[in-house]
């Protein structure tokens, strides 16, 4: 991946960590929701306008597709593989910026199908050396059904929830009963992550190696009851759930906790602060710190090489309070850092080697079971 389209995919992310912290910026940018508010009402589109998810076009990456994207590796990192893969299901986050509908066509092509494909290069090829990866196009909610919560927003996340789920069905479909299972997302990916991890519990039983609903926030005592999963409490742990959401000293959360703290779980029950899920990737645990040199690599764009390039031991990190906090030798991933810190946009990048390696012990934890 040469640095401009690293880059261009950082810049992308800004845009879509906004949809990413629920509505982070709804109390404080009246003007942003304004200027991205979908025009006219929800729509409920004809049935048979829905994806078909026994098509290869309705997926971005699977096996079997030609110019695979999820194969990608940064420089210097060998692409090895399994000689009996795991099976990943992979959600991308919010690729369609346009306000002309709320809900993105499946066929929108340019920019949001390019996007959609860089998320999948930079994001899933975490997991390439251990698993087969199934990434769908679904008909995505539009940047600004985050910033409301009206019942237009309402249904333009359900929409695109339902797509996930019947993508989902079709992927597990096409696994063979004994396959080990590890789903990951992003965002607004994670979002519907963490919904089809409780829909679809008993599929998901026995065969999970871990859910990583990276840049999201879950409720352990709300929203994990409604799942049968525990959080990731050891590295060797498997069929348990990650999640982490990243910043960096002087800290200031605030706005994503108005936005989510009283909010009805999945369970029904309203989350609390207190509750909020945090999972470091470089230990694996919730609780333990982590120096740089645990760090197995972090993205970082590389001008002069044209490369981005994996940077071990310049990053650590620890939890506390519910949130990820980053140290060590931050490099400068782009000028793209939120309010507050925020380093939402990089949850990936920063962490990108040791999820690598997580999933690799859990996979092999779940082997021995």
């Known amino acids: 991946m040469c640095a401009r389209r690293f880059l261009i995919f950082i810049f992308i992310l800004v845009l879509l960590a906004v949809a990413g912290a629920f509505a982070l910026f709804q109390f404080g940018d009246r003007v942003l929701i304004r200027q991205a508010t979908p025009q006219g009402h929800f729509q409920e589109p004809p049935t048979v306008s829905g994806p078909d998810y026994s098509k290869d076009a ?27 893969p795991a099976a990943t299901f992979y959600i991308h986050p919010t690729t369609y910026l346009e306000r002309d509908r709320w809900n993105a066509p499946l066929d929108a092509g340019g920019e949001p199908s ?81 919904h089809l991890l409780a829909d679809r519990k008993d599929a998901l039983k026995d065969r999970l ?36 959401q990243s910043f960096r ?37 919730q609780g333990a710190r982590a120096a740089s040199g645990a760090n197995l690599g972090t993205l970082v764009p590389d001008g002069e090489f044209a490369k981005a390039t994996l ?23 782009g000028p793209y850092v939120l309010p507050g810190n925020n380093y939402h946009v990089y949850d990936y990048a920063l962490f990108w080697g040791s999820i690598r390696a997580d999933a690799e012990r859990r996979l092999a934890t779940w082997r021995t079971r």
């Open 58 to 84: 309705s997926w971005i990456t699977k096996p079997g597709l030609s110019n695979d994207s999820s194969r990608w590796v940064p420089e210097g990192v060998v692409s090895t593989r399994s000689p009996q």
């Open 114 to 194: 390019r996007r959609a494909q860089l998320f999948v290069e930079s994001q899933s090829s975490a997991f390439n050396a251990i698993s087969d990866i199934w990434a769908p196009r679904y008909r995505q909610a539009a940047f600004g059904a985050f910033l409301l919560t009206s019942e237009d927003a309402h249904k333009a996340l359900n929409l695109a929830y339902r797509d996930v789920r019947s993508a989902f069905d079709a992927f597990l479909a096409a696994q063979p009963a004994d396959r080990p299972i590890i789903l990951a997302g992003h965002s607004q990916g994670s979002l519907h992550l963490l």
């Open 209 to 244: 190696v871990a859910a990583y609903v990276g840049g999201w926030p879950v409720s352990v005592a709300a929203d994990l009851p409604a799942t049968g999963l525990q959080p990731c409490n050891t590295p060797g742990q498997a069929g348990c759930v990650l999640s982490w």
């Open 249 to 285: 000293d002087p800290a200031n959360p605030t706005l994503v906790l108005n936005a989510w703290v009283g909010t009805p779980g999945l369970t029904g029950a309203k989350r609390k602060r207190a509750d909020m899920l945090c999972v470091n990737p470089l230990t694996g645990t």
């Open 311 to 333: 940077t071990p031991s310049i990053v650590g990190a620890h939890c506390s309070k519910g949130f990820l906090l980053i140290d060590g030798d931050v490099p400068d991933l």
